[in-house]
């Protein structure tokens, strides 16, 4: 099925009918992590659909608890949350300092644009799939066990949980990186420079696809929304 921006109204339809924070809290909790500090959204950069012009090329920040509320104000094309734990939240908010914090969780973006397009994206996206889960058993080998795979909307989120992953500082992100460097991975996102990820169960709003968790081998059919059916 056909990957395109979503309008406004489709994305105002998912949100409404397909989107839960019961979802989202519930993978949190699933995976034994503290709900985010901070989220984000955009409202419409990329595809230039948005609800207010002036909205365009600016991050909005507010916490977790906001969430509802502020997807229903700004019907965004993307919403994140940020992987950094900080030591006061309500602080940084006030004056978007996000440098400066306790711990980050370590994440690796797998991109189908990091994969060259002489294929189908199609096939691109079952060799990034296939790769983040190499990926996961190659993190396994090295004694990390929590780790949760998050199909993004165009690739894939490696997550990994524990405590010695928040723990690590950038050159040590860095070795993983280099650790890691035969897969398609964003560097910027792994070493921590990179500190927003996509909220799981939002809508990736530039490939109409739904950001998924994946429990035991990926469905692409299940990222389709509603909206696209019909």
């Known amino acids: 099925m056909k990957r395109r921006f979503s309008s406004l109204e489709e994305r105002r339809e998912f949100y409404k009918k397909e ?42 920040y507010f916490p977790f608890s906001e969430l509802k509320n502020q ?22 908010l006030k004056t978007l300092k996000l440098n400066k914090w306790v711990r980050q969780e370590l994440t690796f973006d797998l991109d189908v644009d990091n994969i ?15 790769k983040s889960v190499e990926l996961k058993n190659e ?17 894939f989120h490696v997550h990994v949980f524990d405590k010695k992953a ?27 420079y990179i500190r927003l990820i996509r909220l799981p169960y939002s809508l990736h709003g530039t490939t109409s696809r739904k950001c998924l968790p994946v429990e035991n081998r990926f469905d692409p059919k299940k990222a389709v929304p509603e909206f696209l059916k019909n």
């Open 71 to 92: 997807i229903k104000n700004y019907v965004p094309e993307d919403v994140y949350y940020d992987r950094n734990t900080y030591k006061n939240p309500k602080q940084v």
């Open 116 to 130: 060259p397009k002489r294929e189908s994206f199609e096939s691109r996206l079952r060799k990034i799939y296939k």
């Open 166 to 192: 928040y723990a690590l500082d950038v050159a040590e992100r860095e070795k993983l990186n280099d650790k890691f460097s035969d897969f398609p991975i964003d560097p910027w996102v792994s070493k921590g």
């Open 139 to 155: 993190l396994k080998k090295r004694g990390f066990r929590k780790i949760a795979i998050v199909y993004s909307g165009k690739g």
């Open 19 to 60: 989107f839960s924070v019961k979802k989202v809290k519930s993978w949190f909790r699933k995976n034994k992590i503290h709900l985010p500090q901070i989220c984000a959204l955009d409202a419409g950069t990329e595809s230039n659909i948005l609800l207010n012009k002036k909205w365009k090329n600016t991050m909005f």
